[in-house]
């Protein structure tokens, strides 16, 4: 008992130190964060290259919970109190397992520019289930940069695609809803234990299904081995699936989830740059001008009251 109390006490103040960081450092954690995913999609697309998207999703997430499981095990950290597992299983399942498994399915016949989408409402989706499932109130001039910032991405991936709906826009806007719950779980997770603990317990407790999937996966799919999906493998494992999300949801503790959400209205315009940088997308002319008015949003979303 005095070993549990002790590893719970040490837990608190560990969050405490999260939660009184200044809040600047708690934004640049969180755009950390959002740097990191903006390079999912074409580090996901170079994967594909030489994996099949069930292999890359399960063993992208084995390799993430390796890494976790190492650093927990290392530092000793006890087991979350029993009332925490059933958040930590809606992490597994927004972030870990139904975000990545739909994107990547998305990204087989979908451009990284296109599946820009579901981060482009992302961060209005996050705000709304923030405010149902936490309580948090933003003000109304938070709600209409959140809405104007939504708008004007919506307003240029859909320009991008002709505005066309197919068979990956209902992957990606399925991802759009488990990601949202995922986030807004975590982040709320995130006030009572440190955010890296967070999605270290979820990456762990999904092992049971994503190892056998993996086995499963690679006997059945292609596989070639290559420079890029290679590359591609190890940063979805270790910088999106792990050390982006450490930041993110710190960053979420610090500044709180809509505002931090927010920051994420940027994304699809650094996922665009990033298409063009390393898959020789186009860099469409809409691209600027969306993102001086992103970056309006943000800036009013990170002044405003709540």
Not at 157 to 168: I, M, P, V, W
Request: proline residues 5%; aromatic residues 6%; hydrophobic residues 55%.
């Amino acid at each position: 008992m005095r070993v549990q109390s002790s590893a719970t006490t040490a837990s608190r103040i560990a969050v405490a130190e999260e939660r009184e960081q200044r809040p600047g450092l708690g934004t640049l954690q969180a755009a950390l964060g959002v740097t990191a995913f903006s390079l999912t999609f074409p580090a996901t697309a170079w994967g594909l290259e030489g994996f099949g998207p069930w292999s890359l999703v399960a063993v992208r997430s084995v390799l993430a919970a390796v890494i976790a499981g190492g650093a927990l095990l290392a530092l000793r950290v006890p087991l979350p109190a029993r009332r925490h597992w059933s958040g930590l299983a809606v992490v597994a399942a927004g972030v870990v397992l139904g975000f990545p498994l739909l994107t990547t399915l998305a990204l087989e016949t979908s451009t990284t520019a296109h599946a820009a989408v579901v981060v482009g409402l992302l961060p209005l989706t996050t705000a709304l289930l923030s405010a149902l499932r936490v309580g948090t109130r933003p003000s109304r001039t938070f709600w209409a940069a959140a809405l104007a910032g939504a708008a004007a991405v919506a307003a240029f991936t859909a320009q991008q695609s002709g505005g066309a709906l197919n068979r990956a826009d209902l992957y990606l806007f399925a991802a759009l809803l488990v990601c949202a719950a995922g986030y807004t779980e975590g982040g709320r997770l995130a006030r009572v234990m440190p955010g890296w603990h967070v999605i270290g317990w979820a990456l762990v407790l999904c092992l049971p299904l994503t190892v056998p999937v993996a086995a499963l996966a690679l006997a059945q799919e292609p596989l070639r081995l290559t420079a890029h999906s290679v590359t591609g493998l190890l940063w979805v494992a270790a910088g999106s699936q792990f050390l982006g999300l450490v930041v993110w949801y710190r960053g979420m503790a610090a500044v709180g989830i809509p505002k931090a959400s927010q920051l994420q209205l940027a994304q699809p315009l650094l996922t665009l740059v990033w298409s063009v940088l390393l898959l020789g997308e186009h860099l469409p002319v809409a691209a600027p001008l969306t993102a001086v008015a992103v970056l309006v949003c943000i800036a009013v979303t990170q002044r405003a009251r709540g």
